[in-house]
């Protein structure tokens, strides 16, 4: 899904436009939502997100870790 921010708005050293503002805000809270990072359904907010992926990670690197000794173990057979 290609951005709709549009990183243009607010332009530099002019004043913000309200309009540019809230529109560039409602993309980005539809791209996060979009993304997983939130879900307004269950309130999942982007850290409780973030550490569910890191747990899910760490579980990854302790199988990887137990398959290496199983594979070391079957190659000496």
């Known amino acids: 899904m290609p951005s709709k921010i549009d990183a243009s708005k607010p332009a530099d050293v002019v004043a913000a436009a309200k309009a540019d503002l809230r529109s560039n805000f409602a993309h980005a809270k539809t791209e996060l939502e979009h993304m997983g ?26 199988l990887n870790a137990q398959n290496a000794v199983r594979i070391a173990q079957l190659e000496q057979y």
Request: glycine content about 4%; hydrophobic content about 40%; proline content about 4%.
């Open 37 to 62: 990072f939130y879900d307004p359904a269950k309130n999942v907010t982007g850290k409780q997100k973030v550490d569910e992926l890191l747990a899910l990670l760490a579980q990854l690197q302790t």
